[in-house]
């Protein structure tokens, strides 16, 4: 575990990130299973420690520290009736 990120994660963090590094793809459903009662904070801690976490549909995987996020969507055009 890289020491400078995980000294800011809290234990529920820790678990996930062990859950993520074992298995390919995780489910909130699983997270919740090993006994973190908030994955979705987890998994934004996670995040916000800087551990590329991506989402697959509806599971979450550890990315490659070099892969780069999907694209975004361009805007929806505003158009402005008179």
């Not at 699983?30 to 006994?35: N, P, S, V």
């Not at 995987?61 to 780069?68: I, N, V």
């Amino acid at each position: 575990m890289d020491s400078n990120r995980a000294n800011e994660l809290d234990q529920e963090a820790v678990r996930t990130l062990e859950l993520l590094r074992a298995q390919e793809l995780v489910s909130v459903a699983e997270l919740r299973a090993i006994g973190v009662p908030q994955p979705a904070q987890a998994l934004y801690a996670l995040q916000l420690a800087g551990w590329p976490v991506r989402r697959s549909g509806n599971r979450w995987r550890l990315a490659a520290d070099d892969e780069q996020p999907p694209p975004r969507p361009a805007p929806t055009p505003r158009v402005r009736i008179i």
